[in-house]
């Protein structure tokens, strides 16, 4: 699939990051609440931001007054508060990491790459997550290196919360996009980044509030299930069902809430999970195609689902 075209002083994601929704997003943006474009809405809440392709997307055509993006994931948050407030100081060390890998031969990249992880790894006993300091964009900049660098493009951690992605064989891995990074932290401006649980996002929605929700898929099987990993906890269907249950707790408020998640009738067309989960809402079937199983013969067309509490308008 070719990549959608970016126009001038356009930010978009500076992560590759797994189950990003670039693919989806054109049939996101047709099911976008009304009051995006009269202006009734004036704040946007995307609770695991990811990669962050409707945020982007969403701002590139409409003005929002606020922004708060969240994510569990600690690694992530750090990527993007580093971007807001030091954009430079993150260009420039990923600029000596690029002219460092791209000098190398492609053993010397592998053994450069190993070494980046390691170190990156060894860190994390000893980086404070809870306030901002320098050792952030050195941080940052491993992230970003390793994201553009290792086997598919695949952030995943194991129990410990180390990172455990093979080496990627790219020939001119995208390690440095310093237009991007500034485009991003512009954008940022207006942005309230937050670390931590879905729920924490509860005391900035109210009925002026859209909120998208993009959590980690339920695996359609058990080989796909090793994608959720994007944190060390997990996301089991314990959290799927407490998710549902806040969506329905900002639908009372007067929110207007989006999800995406995986169909589990592709697999099993007797498992009403989700429809189960969110009944009395617009539940969408929209194809899609993304693998679900562990080779290439997994990849095709199925379909995702788009929930939202709100009726849809697709003209």
Same mark, same amino acid.
């Given at each position: ?20 929704? #670039? ?14 474009? $009269? ?8 609770? *695991? ?11 590139? &055509? &409409? ?11 600690? @690694? ?8 807001? !407030? ?9 600029? &000596? ?5 791209? $000098?190398?031969? @492609? ?18 006993? @000893? ?21 553009? #660098? ?16 093979? *080496?990627? !064989?790219? !020939? ?6 310093? @237009? ?5 932290? #512009? ?21 002026? $509030? ?13 080989? =796909?299930?090793?994608? #959720? ?16 249950? *806040? ?34 809402? =617009? ?33």
């Amino acid at each position: 699939m070719p990549r959608p075209k970016r126009t001038p002083g356009q930010a978009h994601p500076f992560l590759k990051w797994a189950g990003g929704k #670039t693919q989806l997003l054109p049939e996101l943006i047709r099911r976008l609440p009304s009051g995006i474009a $009269t202006g009734e809405i004036t704040t946007y809440v995307e609770p *695991f931001i990811g990669g962050g392709a409707l945020f982007f997307a969403l701002h590139e &055509h &409409h003005t929002i007054g606020q922004s708060y993006l969240l994510d569990i994931n600690c @690694e992530l948050i750090l990527c993007y508060s580093v971007i807001q !407030k030091d954009a430079e100081a993150l260009i420039g060390q990923l600029e &000596h990491l690029k002219s460092e890998y791209y $000098t190398r031969d @492609e053993e010397e990249r592998k053994a450069f790459y190993y070494d980046i992880r390691d170190r990156f790894n060894r860190q994390l006993s @000893e980086i404070s997550f809870e306030g901002y300091n320098p050792d952030w964009i050195t941080r940052a900049a491993w992230v970003i290196f390793l994201n553009r #660098t290792c086997f598919n493009g695949l952030f995943r951690v194991n129990q410990k919360g180390g990172f455990n992605v093979p *080496f990627g !064989k790219y !020939k001119n891995p995208d390690i440095l996009n310093a @237009e991007n990074l500034r485009n991003v932290q #512009t954008l940022l401006r207006n942005t309230s980044i937050r670390q931590g649980d879905f729920s924490s996002c509860r005391d900035v929605v109210d009925e002026k $509030t859209f909120v998208y929700f993009d959590p980690p898929y339920r695996p359609l099987n058990e080989k =796909t299930a090793v994608f #959720t990993s994007y944190a060390k906890d997990g996301f089991d269907e314990d959290d799927q069902i407490r998710l549902a249950d *806040f969506f329905r707790e900002l639908d009372a408020k007067g929110a207007k809430v989006m999800l995406s998640n995986s169909d589990p009738k592709n697999t099993d067309p007797e498992d009403c999970f989700f429809d189960d989960l969110y009944s009395g809402f =617009t539940i969408e079937r929209v194809p899609a195609t993304r693998m679900i199983n562990s080779n290439g013969a997994g990849r095709g067309a199925i379909n995702e689902l788009i929930i939202t509490n709100y009726p849809v308008s697709k003209n």
